[in-house]
Nanobody, 121 residues
């Protein structure tokens, strides 16, 4: 199973982007998920998390600006990023526990390939 992160790009400070993380096939169900980011020369950090029940948590640096959400009827989990700052520039990754009902199998801690967000004027 693969997670696919998308939606990154170049945006001006103060702008918005919406990232999406989806499992490669609809038979895989995303459960708990976290968005992480890694800026050049820095360690990967946790940005936001969401449980299968919809409970959310955010890093202090993004509270009030980022919103993690999901539609449990569909596959993707989203990260809406508003009021972006240059310090938000990073590669964003999603990491999730995934359940495959057909084979009753769990895939814990699966990583997506990352999507680059650049905030610059």
């Amino acid at each position: 199973v693969q997670l696919q992160a998308s939606g990154g790009g170049l945006v001006q400070p103060g702008g918005s982007l919406r990232l999406s993380c989806a499992a490669s096939e609809t038979r895989f169900r995303i459960n708990d998920l976290g968005w992480y980011r890694q800026a050049p020369g820095k360690q990967r950090e946790l940005v936001a998390t969401i449980t299968s029940g919809g409970n959310t948590n955010y890093a202090d640096s993004v509270k009030g600006r980022f919103t993690i959400s999901r539609d449990n009827a569909k596959n993707p989990v989203y990260l809406q990023m508003n009021s972006l700052k240059p310090e938000d520039t990073a590669v964003y990754y999603c990491n999730a526990d995934i359940y495959e009902a057909l084979n009753r199998r769990w895939y814990f801690g699966s990583w997506g390939q990352g999507t680059l967000v650049t905030v610059s004027s």
